[in-house]
């Protein structure tokens, strides 16, 4: 919602808080186009033959791949990852095969291009699920590829001067990936979903942010905006001295909860286990120094996206033993077996020409016609939690049966290890009381829960209000969950990015999850948030959650309950 008043341009502009936090400061916009008089010169430049197009092309992707790549080794955990996606994705051989037939048939190099983009952005679309953020990433990529053929600097986020808030229609994750906390102040984007990779990134570098904030591409370059990560308001016009105060008193918020040092509890003394989400060796030796219990989420797949083959048990085992060892003995590490396809295609497990990968072959899938993928990863996990000597859990992604819980809590135990699944389909929420039957512990992937619960892409921009952990119906599925756990005596646990969100952590806790986990960068802020509550103030603020009619209004109404 956007609005006007006739003494000064006042903008009030309601989006998708993400990451909680208020700051105040000069707009900066990020260039998302390749000048026009550019591309214009570079249209009168001709090439000798189709071959000598496709030998620019290249080396302009090249370049930008290589540039992917060098930023990724500055980095870890999320941003690396999708720094290393996206230059694998500006190297694909489809993309150029596709260029060299648009070329072949006497088409020239920027409609090449852009036809061969065209083509893969229908493709990743139709797709759905989180294969559909990629076309950001596609567009990202062309307009790079675009700048470096028409001899101009790539596009994209520019280094403030002073810090400033920046914003943009969206951000490809390469860009979000290397903002500077210093100089950016907050991040405000039109576009985009509170599971989105850039909402991710966010969360990881402690950017207050908002996401689909509509109409925020109105506001002009040097505009002071104020914005609110904890609301998702972002306002321009607003009082100078007012908006000064109101970041300043946040920033002494902020320091006094840089200084939170755990464990976790409630006003009153309740225990919350507080857990990192790590990818690799470097977030797992980032996680250790902060204030966790260990680990709820290993993702292990994400040390493996660039292999064509399978690693062998004793590499696999290997880089498990070194995530492990950065915990030590007297914290435990949750491991999630390979989380492959849809949006995470690896070469040696992924089934390839699905028409709707979101809901194919991944996951826990993978093993029913490869079992053996599933045990040799499972050896490996065994063998690096004897070396380290680390109590390892192990979980499965995409149960959706509790015949499918058992069989692979039997693989586990025979190995000596616990047994978990995750619970992202909702047919395992309703079933949680009858999975706890025959597994030791659940965890609650978020964002797939709520992105197959609403039955809305959780990377459409347009149905972000329905990919969003706020929604009753998925509240609804969490207490269910966590109640099961209740009555079991069994761990519930939330992985999923839901769990990152200091006011939401306090529902979670009062509906009964007894572990939050998050990137490192979040763990603070929700430590101290829950300090400041008591049980009983959690439970009130899980029953206005429940009873409140869409994610707004239940923001709302855990904040005055909490007031």
């Given at each position: 919602?956007?609005?006007?008043?006739?003494?000064?341009?006042?903008?009030?502009?309601?989006?998708?808080?993400?990451?909680?936090?208020?700051?105040?400061?000069?707009?900066?916009?990020?260039?998302?186009?390749?000048?026009?008089?550019?591309?214009?010169?570079?249209?009168?430049?001709?090439f000798?033959?189709?071959?000598?197009?496709?030998?620019?092309?290249?080396?302009?992707?090249?370049?930008?791949?290589?540039?992917f790549?060098?930023?990724?080794?500055?980095?870890?955990?999320?941003?690396a990852?999708?720094?290393?996606?996206s230059?694998?994705?500006?190297?694909?051989?489809?993309?150029?095969?596709?260029?060299?037939?648009?070329?072949?048939?006497?088409?020239q190099?920027?409609?090449?291009?852009?036809?061969?983009v065209?083509h893969?952005?229908?493709m990743?679309?139709q797709?759905?699920?989180?294969?559909?953020?990629?076309?950001?990433?596609?567009?990202?990529?062309?307009?790079?590829?675009?700048?470096?053929?028409?001899?101009?600097?790539?596009?994209?986020?520019?280094?403030?001067?002073?810090?400033?808030?920046?914003?943009?229609?969206?951000?490809a994750?390469?860009?979000t990936?290397?903002?500077?906390?210093?100089?950016?102040?907050?991040?405000?984007?039109?576009?985009?979903?509170p599971?989105?990779?850039?909402a991710?990134?966010?969360?990881?570098?402690?950017?207050?942010?908002?996401?689909?904030?509509?109409?925020?591409?109105?506001?002009?370059?040097?505009?002071?905006?104020?914005?609110?990560g904890?609301?998702?308001?972002?306002?321009?016009?607003?009082?100078?001295?007012?908006?000064?105060t109101l970041?300043?008193d946040?920033?002494?918020?902020?320091?006094?909860?840089?200084?939170?040092?755990?464990?976790?509890?409630?006003?009153?003394?309740?225990?919350?286990?507080?857990?990192?989400n790590?990818?690799?060796?470097?977030?797992?030796?980032?996680?250790?120094?902060a204030?966790?219990?260990?680990?709820?989420?290993?993702?292990?797949?994400?040390?493996?996206l660039?292999?064509?083959?399978?690693?062998?048990?004793?590499?696999?085992?290997?880089?498990y033993?070194?995530?492990l060892?950065a915990?030590?003995?007297?914290?435990?590490v949750?491991?999630?077996?390979?989380?492959?396809?849809?949006?995470?295609?690896?070469?040696?497990?992924?089934?390839?020409?699905?028409?709707?990968?979101?809901?194919?072959?991944?996951?826990?899938?993978?093993?029913?016609?490869?079992?053996?993928l599933?045990?040799?990863?499972?050896?490996?996990?065994?063998?690096?939690?004897?070396?380290?000597?680390?109590?390892?859990?192990?979980m499965?992604?995409?149960?959706a049966?509790?015949?499918?819980?058992?069989?692979?809590?039997?693989?586990?135990?025979?190995?000596?290890?616990?047994?978990?699944?995750?619970?992202?389909?909702?047919?395992?929420?309703?079933?949680?009381?009858?999975?706890?039957?025959v597994?030791d512990?659940?965890s609650?992937?978020?964002?797939?829960?709520?992105?197959?619960?609403?039955a809305?892409?959780?990377?459409?921009?347009d149905?972000?209000?329905?990919?969003?952990?706020?929604q009753?119906?998925?509240?609804?599925?969490?207490?269910?969950?966590?109640?099961?756990?209740?009555?079991?005596?069994?761990?519930v646990?939330?992985?999923?990015?839901?769990?990152?969100?200091?006011?939401?952590?306090?529902?979670l806790?009062?509906?009964?999850?007894?572990?939050?986990?998050?990137?490192?960068?979040?763990?603070r802020?929700?430590?101290?948030?829950?300090?400041r509550v008591t049980?009983?103030?959690?439970?009130r603020?899980?029953?206005?959650?429940?009873?409140?009619l869409?994610?707004?209004?239940?923001?709302?109404a855990?904040?005055?309950?909490?007031?």
């Amino acid at each position: 919602m956007v609005t006007e008043t006739a003494q000064q341009t006042t903008m009030k502009i309601q989006g998708t808080p993400v990451v909680p936090g208020v700051a105040y400061g000069p707009a900066v916009l990020a260039r998302e186009e390749v000048p026009a008089a550019a591309i214009e010169a570079f249209a009168s430049v001709t090439f000798p033959d189709a071959a000598a197009a496709l030998s620019a092309y290249d080396d302009a992707a090249a370049a930008v791949a290589d540039g992917f790549a060098a930023k990724a080794m500055s980095v870890s955990g999320a941003a690396a990852e999708v720094l290393a996606a996206s230059a694998g994705l500006a190297r694909d051989k489809g993309m150029r095969s596709l260029v060299r037939k648009q070329l072949n048939a006497g088409e020239q190099l920027l409609p090449s291009l852009q036809i061969a983009v065209e083509h893969f952005a229908g493709m990743f679309t139709q797709m759905g699920g989180l294969m559909a953020e990629r076309v950001t990433d596609l567009r990202d990529i062309e307009r790079r590829i675009t700048a470096r053929l028409v001899g101009v600097a790539e596009p994209g986020v520019p280094v403030p001067v002073d810090p400033s808030v920046l914003l943009a229609k969206d951000l490809a994750p390469s860009d979000t990936a290397l903002l500077d906390p210093s100089l950016v102040l907050a991040l405000v984007t039109g576009l985009g979903g509170p599971t989105s990779h850039t909402a991710i990134i966010a969360r990881q570098l402690g950017i207050p942010c908002v996401v689909g904030a509509t109409g925020a591409g109105r506001i002009a370059d040097g505009t002071w905006v104020l914005v609110d990560g904890t609301t998702g308001l972002v306002v321009t016009g607003a009082d100078p001295e007012e908006s000064r105060t109101l970041a300043a008193d946040d920033a002494v918020r902020r320091d006094a909860i840089a200084g939170w040092s755990g464990p976790a509890a409630t006003a009153d003394g309740v225990h919350v286990k507080l857990l990192a989400n790590v990818a690799d060796v470097p977030t797992a030796q980032t996680a250790a120094h902060a204030p966790v219990e260990g680990v709820g989420l290993f993702r292990t797949e994400l040390s493996f996206l660039n292999r064509a083959d399978e690693p062998s048990v004793e590499e696999q085992a290997a880089i498990y033993a070194d995530v492990l060892a950065a915990f030590g003995q007297g914290r435990h590490v949750v491991a999630r077996t390979l989380d492959a396809g849809s949006d995470k295609p690896i070469g040696f497990a992924t089934h390839k020409g699905e028409e709707n990968p979101a809901l194919g072959v991944r996951g826990l899938r993978l093993s029913f016609d490869n079992p053996d993928l599933l045990d040799r990863q499972l050896d490996a996990i065994a063998s690096a939690s004897a070396s380290s000597g680390v109590e390892t859990w192990v979980m499965a992604p995409m149960v959706a049966t509790v015949a499918e819980a058992g069989e692979f809590a039997a693989k586990v135990r025979e190995r000596g290890l616990k047994p978990g699944v995750m619970i992202e389909v909702p047919s395992a929420a309703l079933q949680a009381a009858r999975m706890l039957e025959v597994v030791d512990f659940l965890s609650i992937g978020t964002n797939d829960l709520t992105q197959y619960t609403m039955a809305a892409d959780r990377m459409a921009t347009d149905l972000a209000h329905l990919t969003d952990a706020w929604q009753p119906a998925v509240l609804q599925l969490i207490a269910m969950t966590a109640a099961a756990g209740v009555t079991a005596r069994k761990p519930v646990g939330v992985c999923g990015e839901a769990a990152a969100d200091p006011l939401l952590a306090c529902v979670l806790v009062g509906l009964g999850i007894t572990s939050l986990s998050m990137a490192p960068a979040a763990v603070r802020p929700v430590g101290a948030q829950l300090g400041r509550v008591t049980m009983a103030d959690c439970r009130r603020a899980a029953e206005a959650a429940l009873a409140a009619l869409d994610p707004e209004a239940a923001r709302i109404a855990v904040r005055d309950a909490l007031a």
